[in-house]
């Protein structure tokens, strides 16, 4: 399968490309030659494993350029922890995404990217550098998925004060082949640093650098995966709707792939904080990216969200099919607080910030035939103070956490300066 640039249709790459140069040179992103239609395997999806369903997709994308029973072991390590669908109530289930090892979505694109880059890497000489911004989970998953692969070195970037204490944790505390440097501004600042470092060729003739963002495409394939999982724990697939909590649309543009994939799902809410840039573009036709907000989901605070030009390129830029498909919805910090002690409260569930727009989104839009799923994009323990401060009781996650907590950190700090992270890269 090739990967053409959103920017230009001829510009194209081979997956084991778009892998290692995440961005095409002419600044768009990835995007598949065609999109495979899946629906052969679906009816028998109850009998097989996620290991199965996920091997059968990856498969059309990498297309034999790693040996399918390469592919097979790479997609059992990236799923091999629970995805369950749990409900909240008759017409509400939250998919649980978090049950992974830094306890966030983002576990599942890292293992699948990082193993799919230590595969290739094996028959290559130069050390690779994988340079990622973060806005707190995406650093932790990707320095867990690559920490001590051979031949390949990380450094996460990170807005200083805007992740909570355990994702700083979880970016700081590896060592070996991880580095975390810790930048003075913003995660849109971070991210623009990570883009200028791929486009500066002076830095790029000296070091061999590549991406862990979801704008890898590597990421973005199994992102795929949970959208079946859910419909495998589903015994009514008629008007499913998914609300994503949304920041970099990552998952929200692997929805539309699964759907395009022929996955039987009736529409899609995204769902954001006070970043409402997509939603805004749903409303009034015009996008307009601005300076990112912080907010209680910070994982969310985007303002220019990257995989917007895969949404835009599913629906070749037609605001109204996009429309007729994508219902956008945001929440402000003080009804994120709201939602999570209702939800407590009410349903005895505890939401963490991200989550917890999804679920406000289906009890405010869902119809009364449809049936909704939120993403559950981490868990609680990792927004231990915001949830607090919702409930207004102290929770306990001591003993997740005590391990973590316990390892050393260490942290270069810079400030948002091409230049002097260029240094520093050098
Ligand atoms: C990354 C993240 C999101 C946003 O996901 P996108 O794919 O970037 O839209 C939402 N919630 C949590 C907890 C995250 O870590």
């Known amino acids: 399968m090739n990967y053409y640039s959103t920017n230009n249709r001829e510009q194209i790459a081979s997956f084991e490309g778009a892998v290692f140069n995440s961005l095409p040179p002419d600044n768009g992103l990835y995007f598949p030659e065609h999109i495979p239609k899946v629906s052969y395997f679906l009816g028998s999806m109850a009998s097989l494993t996620k290991e199965d369903i ?8 990498v297309d034999h350029e790693i040996p399918e029973n390469i592919l097979r072991s790479i997609v059992a390590e990236t799923v091999n922890f629970d995805l369950p669908l749990v409900a909240i109530d008759e017409k509400i289930s939250a998919m649980e995404l978090f049950h992974g090892p830094t ?15 230590g595969y290739f890497n094996e028959s290559r000489e130069k050390e690779v550098h994988v340079l990622v ?4 989970d995406t650093g932790g998953a990707v320095a867990a998925g690559f920490y001590g692969v051979e031949g390949v070195k990380v450094t996460i970037l990170f807005p200083k004060g805007k992740v909570s204490d355990v994702q700083q944790q979880q970016l700081t505390s590896w060592g070996d082949n991880i580095q975390a440097l810790e930048i003075d501004g913003s995660f849109d600042d971070c991210q623009k640093l990570v883009k200028t470092a791929f ?3 002076d830095l790029n003739g000296k070091i061999n650098l590549s991406s862990a963002n979801s704008i890898n495409i590597a990421r973005l394939i199994p992102q795929s995966f949970y959208y079946f999982f859910t419909f495998q724990q589903l015994e009514n697939w008629e008007n499913v709707v998914f609300s994503i909590p949304s920041g970099n649309y990552g998952n929200l543009s692997a929805g539309l792939l699964a759907w395009k994939m022929g996955l039987p799902i009736k529409r899609f809410i995204a769902a954001s904080n006070a970043n409402k840039i997509v939603p805004d573009y749903l409303n009034t036709g015009e996008y307009k990216p601005k300076e990112s907000v912080q907010t209680y989901a910070n994982a969310m605070d985007v303002g220019a969200p990257s995989n917007f030009v895969r949404v835009l390129e599913i629906f070749r830029s ?6 007729e498909m994508i219902e956008g919805f945001s929440l402000s910090d003080e009804e994120i607080l709201a939602t999570m002690r209702q939800c407590n409260d009410d349903k005895n569930y505890v939401l963490d910030p991200h989550g917890a727009i999804g679920y406000e989104a289906l009890r ?3 119809k009364p035939e449809e049936q909704g799923i939120f993403f559950e994009t981490a868990h609680p323990v990792k927004f231990v103070d915001v949830v607090e401060k919702a409930l207004g009781r102290s929770v306990d ?5 005590e391990g973590l907590m316990q390892r050393s950190a260490e942290f270069t700090s810079l400030p948002a300066n091409f230049e002097e992270l260029k240094g520093v890269l050098m």
């Open 318 to 323: 037609d605001h109204g099919r996009m429309c």
């Open 133 to 136: 911004a973060t806005s707190g």
């Open 364 to 366: 405010q839009l869902l």
């Open 397 to 401: 996650y001591t003993d997740k956490i």
């Open 103 to 117: 306890w966030a979505f983002k576990d599942v694109g890292a293992r699948f990217l990082s193993r799919c880059m």
């Open 54 to 61: 996920g091997f059968e997709i990856a498969r059309h994308f």
């Open 199 to 201: 486009l500066d060729k």
